[in-house]
Structures are given as structure tokens and as C-alpha cells.
């Protein structure tokens, strides 16, 4: 069936450092991709998604580019901030899965000053 | 337009005591969504809905049970609450049609059964 996985947590980082956090998947036909945010006590709110191979979601900074040949949306940033420390959720939406979000189990990044 | 809200935001119980959770989303989407998330891990779908009416199983629906009796509601019921129910609970709504079926989140309800 159709699967995410992401690299373990938790990643630390020093602030203005480069963020790269791990994701592949697994599915059949072409899945919508996915990266939610999770902030301290919140919810989950989108961050980005790509619908198609070479699909370049971004959102706050944050990039992650749709790679179909290895079957990947890996999440980057330039220079985190502590103000992203928080947990981040890779999801795929594929007719395999009858269009459910499938998730990655989440990482949590801590950024320090 | 308050997107995906959920009431109680934290509830205790007691083990046998039975409650409701209540979603609600003014989106007028079709799904709704039940996840439950435990400490460091990653959301598990307990039931969701496809429209008016209907409901299905998720991944864990043992002990849960839920309705839609409007579209704009989706309550998730604990008949006999279990201390292994203890968790936080979120909601979430989407609109079929085109890709990419992308879900809104509520804030989350945290339960505690003792």
C-alpha cells in the first residue's frame, strides 16, 4: 500500500543553519505531496504541497521539490530560525490510498540561538 | 470565516465515563476526518466522513463511534472511555473534486482518562 517515510527526529540545528529533512514514499499512479507544521500546543497547518513531477511547493521560506525518479519531497530551508522549531509532517494524497492523506510518522526540529 | 474549530479544547475522565467531541468547519467541504495523536508520534485516522450521512472506519476505530448529521458537523463519540484513549485529538476537513485534496486541522481537543 501506499507508505511515507521520514527521516527520524529530533534534528537539532543552530540558528541561520541549513535545514534538510528526509522524505520518500511510496504509491501507486501519481500522489499529491504534502509537508504540514505542527507549532508547540497547535494544530497542523499545510506548509506546502506539489501535484505533479518537478513541482516546487514553497511557503515561509521553506522548499520542497516534487523528485518522481526517486520518489521524493525532501523539505529544505536556507536559514532556520528558532521560531521554526516545531514538528514537520510529510503526507502523500493518491488514488491508492482513496485520495486519505497518508503520513510520515513527523519530525521534530529543534533550532537553537 | 472561522475555518475548522473543535470543542472541548481539553476534557479528564474517568475510565467508563462517556463524552462527545464536537468539529465543526464553516467550508462547506464534503470529508471530515478523526485522528488521534500520542505523545511523539504521528496522526492514526479513527473514522471519517465522505459527506451528509455517512461515516467510515479509519485506521483505529475500536472504541469510538461517530455521526454526521449535517454537513457542517463531525462528533466523535467515546462510549466507555479507556485510559489507553488518552491522546490529542484533531479534526480535520477537505473537498473532493481536483488533486490535492489537501485537509484543514482544527486546533485539537486533548483528553485525559485517569
Known amino acids: 500500500g501506499d507508505s511515507v517515510t521520514q527521516m527520524e527526529g529530533p534534528v537539532t540545528l543552530s540558528e541561520e543553519a541549513f535545514l534538510t529533512i528526509n522524505c520518500t514514499y511510496t504509491a501507486t499512479g501519481y500522489p499529491s505531496l504534502f509537508w504540514y507544521v505542527q507549532y508547540p500546543g497547535e494544530g497542523l497547518q499545510l506548509l506546502l504541497k506539489?501535484?505533479?513531477a518537478d513541482d516546487k511547493g514553497s511557503n515561509k521560506g521553506f522548499e520542497a521539490t516534487y523528485r518522481k525518479e526517486t520518489t521524493s519531497f525532501h523539505l529544505e530551508k536556507g536559514s532556520v530560525q528558532v521560531s521554526d522549531s516545531a514538528v514537520y509532517f510529510c503526507?502523500?494524497?493518491?488514488?491508492?490510498?482513496?485520495?486519505?492523506?497518508?503520513w510520515g510518522a513527523g519530525t521534530k526540529l529543534i533550532i537553537k540561538p | 470565516n472561522a475555518g475548522v474549530t473543535q470543542t472541548p479544547k481539553f476534557r479528564v475522565l474517568k475510565t467508563g465515563q462517556s463524552m462527545t467531541l464536537l468539529c465543526a468547519q464553516d467550508m462547506n467541504h464534503e470529508y471530515m476526518y478523526w485522528y488521534r495523536q500520542d505523545p511523539g508520534m504521528g496522526l492514526r485516522l479513527i473514522h471519517y466522513?465522505?459527506?451528509?450521512?455517512?461515516?467510515a472506519k479509519g485506521e483505529v476505530p475500536d472504541g469510538y463511534n461517530v455521526s454526521r448529521l449535517k454537513k457542517q458537523n463531525f462528533l466523535l463519540g467515546l462510549e466507555s472511555a479507556a485510559p489507553s484513549q488518552t491522546s490529542v485529538y484533531f479534526c480535520a476537513s477537505s473537498q473532493p473534486g481536483n488533486p490535492p485534496y489537501e485537509q484543514y486541522f482544527g486546533p485539537g481537543t486533548r483528553l485525559t482518562v485517569t
Open positions: 466522513s465522505v459527506g451528509e450521512g455517512t461515516t
Open positions: 506539489a501535484t505533479k
Open positions: 503526507a502523500l494524497s493518491a488514488f491508492g490510498s482513496n485520495y486519505q492523506l497518508i
